[in-house]
């Protein structure tokens, strides 16, 4: 089959031919790129006698291992683990292949130099959120830039984007991807762009001046920060009526934030906006976006590209492949990158309505998609919330419910120990903005009768607070990500010493409340880019 097929036709293939023209491009990719210059592959091919030829069928992907965010930290025994995983090419190798040879008598050896160093060498780095111990570098070729663009260009498709839009991308501004998912977006699309750089550079004011005077038609942001903007922005009186499209990345996106979102967008005077949701990690450098829909029918998933990476969903527990349509953790593995690769990478994230294949019924196309609500299993373990008051939580449930409550204008989850004894009971703090409209009792009575209904807890108190109070509270222009979950249990020494125990120590200092007191207390410092300044 032609394989510039999948590439051409990304987006109106069906089932069959999608997975036949990915396996044939899998098994090249490995053939060519991955197993001849991965120290870490080249090893695996090896040891389990296995060759790019061993692919006959996408689910031939189940021969090789899943490799999840712990595989990639550096460790004592593996001190360079994300190097292992850098493609690094064999010079002798590229010079004797016939494609090289033909490549250089038509265009000449210093081109075809030129030609690899633009395919392999790194130039440029993203790294997770540092919510983890350890934040993982991923390392791009001009050759992945070039795939991050076509990657954006297309979510700027799907999300239905015009050129002749403004937009203005709200994501921090840091190595992460989705400031630069959004830029390479931008640029490869070719629509106007502004970066304001989140909250952390030019403030909530900054944004709120720049939104004005620009008056875009695409917000793209982190939900709770655009949430927070707009909420400003109506405060003000300000009027912004050009908007069409608020684009919601680098958290989730529940059902109550679109709504609230929908709303203040109303109230500035842009009642038709859709709320789009786009999901998208630095292992796979690159994110995929909801098409629009009508507000009735919900969101029909994330549209992914076929001819780019193969994503899977296996079950958490026994990793083995899920079929489509059920509930499962998202799986990814590359087939154009360079750089940085990991193959049959396991995300962590847990997807309701798992991979389906048939035609988007909102924009008709034919693709994988990746449908409904995502939870991110790891974020839950780091919180150490499947227990809190010796009651089984479910996160996800409580963040929907405190989402959905139409009085709240913001809130975050505090839970300690009473007078901070690791021996106490659990204590549970809501603290709450609320709608100037409703009163605090109503709000008390109201949240109580809902969180008992839905997830049998009941907070010890409700603290009510103002909008600087909530904002100062939330990180909001100060940390990377908004703190809606505050871990503020002093750890047991014995917890902290033990090494499977190790993540999860580090992983709840970096999002607890930033006071210095409490910070003294962990094992390990919080990572730079959640420090308080
Ligand atoms: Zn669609």
Known sequence: MNSRLLTNQWQRLPKDAVRQLQVTKLRR??????????????????????????????????????????????????????KDFLLIPDEGILTRRASTIFRALIRGRKAVKRGFEREFRPIFMTSTTGRSADPVPFLYTQHDLNVLGTAGERLMLVCAARTDFRLVNMF??????????????????????????????????????????????VLIGMPTFLYHVLQHAVEQGMRCTNLKRLVLGGEKAAEGIRRKLRSLAEKLGSPDVDVLATYGFTEAKMAWAECPYPEETGPSGYHLYPDLGIVEVVDPKTGLVLPEGMPGEIVFTPLEARGSVVLRYRTGD???????????????????????????????????????????????????????????????????????????????????????????????RELNSRLLERIEIRPNRIVFHDADEMSDLLGIGRLLKEQKVVDNRPKKTSDASSPSNLTTTVDSSSLSSSEGERASARKQPVTTDEQPS
């Not at 991807?177 to 989140?198: E, K, M, N, P």
């Not at 709240?408 to 609320?434: S, T, Y």
């Open 350 to 444: 847990l997807i309701e309505g798992g991979l389906v294949y048939e035609p988007c019924p909102h924009c008709g196309r034919t693709l994988p998609r990746l449908l409904g609500k995502i939870s991110r299993s790891s974020e839950f373990k780091s919180m150490q919330l499947d227990k809190i008051k010796g009651t089984l939580v479910d996160f996800n449930q409580l963040e929907t419910v405190l989402d959905d409550a139409p009085s709240v204008i913001a809130w975050q989850l505090e839970i300690r120990k009473a007078n901070d004894d690791p021996m106490e009971l659990d204590e549970l703090i809501l603290h709450v903005r609320k709608n100037p409209g409703a009163s605090e009792d109503k709000v008390t």
């Open 29 to 82: 990719y490995l053939r060519d790129v991955v197993v001849p210059f991965s120290a870490f592959y080249r090893e695996m091919f090896k040891t389990r006698g296995l060759s790019a030829e061993s692919f006959r069928c996408v689910e031939d992907l189940e021969q090789l291992p899943l490799t999840s965010k712990a595989d990639l930290v550096n460790t004592p025994e593996h001190p360079q683990r994300t």
């Open 172 to 217: 921090p501004y840091a190595p992460h991807l989705a400031f630069w998912q959004t830029h390479y977006a931008s640029t490869a699309f070719g629509i106007f762009t502004v970066g304001t750089g989140g909250g952390k550079v030019l403030g909530t004011d900054g944004n709120l001046r720049l939104i004005h005077k620009i008056q875009p038609d």
